[in-house]
């Protein structure tokens, strides 16, 4: 999926949202238990509730992979059952050798056709030039996360740079603004105005709307540019909001209930 | 697996050696694409080959994940085949936020009983405290790799220091030698003395034997402590000695030339 599909796609549904397919078996709706694979169940349900306002998905690897060979098989339906417009992340956080690099890029570009994947920086070029190889699909580079531990390597300052400063500004050269983004923490409001100095074109994947402290008006303040440059991600908070036989409804409840902030925020900002 | 049943099976062994099942099915011998499962049935092969003279497996996840869900049945068929007293390594290089990294320990060490998994620091403390909870299991962090782009990031100076040495003296302190070891590529023998100052007695799993420019003699100098503290890894250079249908001989002979030289070395520092 190119960018300006991406963009375009944001106009049309006037939302920037990428729903989290964090599905964990023991917090879904008991009844779904009943069918031979709950996690699909749920997941083509999130789906339904929620495809009208979002413009992405992204499956968190290790709650697939949980489930072994069964969780595999469930990955692999819940991305047949999204629309083909809709923008497929996985949330892999891989990051290894040339080599073994370009066994997970056929893996997860070819075979399960994910439109992007997260990948972590520590190891260098050669273990994202793999990905970065690839037509229409993107990279999405760890930098500055929400978790407590990013202050342990992360916030590490080199003179006057942190550490994911330097990583940005070096990484930036491998790609371009047509296969490389950004996974930045939605707490990290203190510092979108350094990353937008290095990267002002740049889209940004922003996890932690909700559960992780973040909040839509925090967000987009000093962070959104005239391509909108954003994709703001919820998981817990949108799949988890109810967990009854009605969930459904609730989801999309909640869901639409972002959207209508975003949609206003493109709309104070002339986007659209 | 504990360190004292590490060090006394390298004692009774007299072998230091990891062999790493990176199996690719473009390079096996063609008989064995006649099975239903020609990587396991690769595996076992090697492994009956191997088993004498190594003390560890390392299974790069990359190569399995490759094949989906069949992968993954060959990754468990694999793994049941060891025997008990190998120390098997998940060359996974995961890092995520506490809730999924806590899925991802369940994965590797519950459900497919990996002894260890190798991990990214580049998310901190909460992304690796899930694995060191468990007890006899074993964490090995990324620090200085072997491949061209550790310079990126891994050797960027920090006044006096690399990055690699501030995540060696920083994350050591969230473990202990009983369950934290660091991978450090062959071909770094310049900073062994720097990594043995940090950390004079944990374990070191030094992948680069053969293919990526690792010498034994050159892995033990500096580098070998009263405990051993080196688990070093072949990969291809023991599968693809031989490609024709008697390469279990000639993969025995290559496991065999490399235990005499752990031996030598064994002897000669008088830790046998």
């Excluded at 006037?14 to 729903?19: A, E, G, P, R, T």
Aim: hydrophobic share 40%; aromatic share 14%.
């Amino acid at each position: 999926m190119n960018r300006n599909f991406i963009i375009s796609n944001i106009k049309k549904k006037k939302s920037f949202l990428c729903v989290g397919l964090d599905t964990d078996i023991k917090k879904i709706p008991k009844f779904l238990l009943d069918y031979s694979d709950p996690i699909f169940e749920f997941n083509k349900r999130i789906i339904d509730s929620t495809k009208n306002y979002c413009i992405s998905y992204k499956l968190n690897l290790a709650f697939y992979e949980y489930y072994g060979s069964k969780g595999y098989d469930s990955l692999v339906k819940t991305l047949n059952y999204i629309p083909k417009d809709i923008f497929k992340i996985a949330d892999a956080k891989r990051g290894d050798i040339g080599n073994s690099s370009k066994m997970y890029a056929k893996s997860f570009f070819e075979y399960l056709n994910f439109d992007a994947i997260t990948l972590s920086p520590y190891m260098g070029m050669d273990s994202i030039i793999p990905f970065l190889e690839y037509k229409n699909k993107w990279v999405i580079l760890l930098s500055l996360t929400s978790n407590i531990g990013a202050k342990d390597f992360q916030l590490l300052k080199f003179d006057e740079y942190y550490l994911f400063e330097k990583i940005i500004e070096i990484s930036s050269k491998w790609g371009n603004i047509d296969n490389l983004m950004y996974v930045i923490g939605a707490n990290r409001s203190n510092y979108f105005n350094k990353i937008r100095k290095l990267i002002p074109n740049h889209f940004l994947l922003i996890p932690g709307l909700g559960f992780q402290g973040g909040k839509i008006e925090e967000i987009v303040k000093n962070n959104l540019n005239n391509d909108i440059g954003l994709i703001v991600n919820s998981s817990r908070k949108i799949l988890y909001s109810s967990n009854d036989n009605f969930f459904q409804k609730i989801v999309a409840e909640k869901t639409l209930d972002i959207q209508k902030k975003m949609e206003k925020i493109l709309l104070d900002n002339n986007i659209i």
